[in-house]
Nanobody
Framework: QVQLVESGGGLVEPGGSLRLSCAAS????????MKWYRQAPGKERELVAT????????DYADFVKGRFTSGRDNSKRTVYLQMNSLKPEDTAVYYC?????????WGRGTQVTVSS
């Protein structure tokens, strides 16, 4: 079955960096789009980044452009989200996502807190 497991979240000061990872299993990873979403308390889940198969071209939400970069390692079945210049408003649970055969799959998420 499809499984997505995020890791790498934590507490970081404004201006700091974190690198999130999402390990995937249960499907042919290299053939599918992967996405990062986030959800802050009291807000709707929003798309952060899209990573295309197989080469990993990316597209970002305007609010992270120039600060976040994402990529994929198909040999490791893993997608990454490098987050730099973090702001308090980046505080959220970050989720990995894929659409496999018409169904949306989500990981459990990893908490990112940006605070001094």
């Amino acid at each position: 079955q499809v499984q997505l497991v995020e890791s790498g979240g934590g507490l970081v000061e404004p201006g700091g960096s974190l690198r999130l990872s999402c390990a995937a299993s249960g499907f042919t990873f290299s053939m599918y789009f992967m996405k990062w979403y986030r959800q802050a308390p009291g807000k709707e889940r929003e798309l952060v980044a899209t990573i295309s198969p197989p080469g990993g071209s990316t597209d970002y939400a305007d609010f992270v452009k120039g600060r976040f970069t994402s990529g994929r390692d198909n040999s490791k079945r893993t997608v990454y989200l490098q987050m730099n210049s973090l702001k308090p408003e980046d505080t959220a649970v970050y989720y990995c996502n894929t659409n496999y055969r018409g169904l949306m799959y989500w990981g459990r998420g990893t908490q990112v807190t940006v605070s001094s």
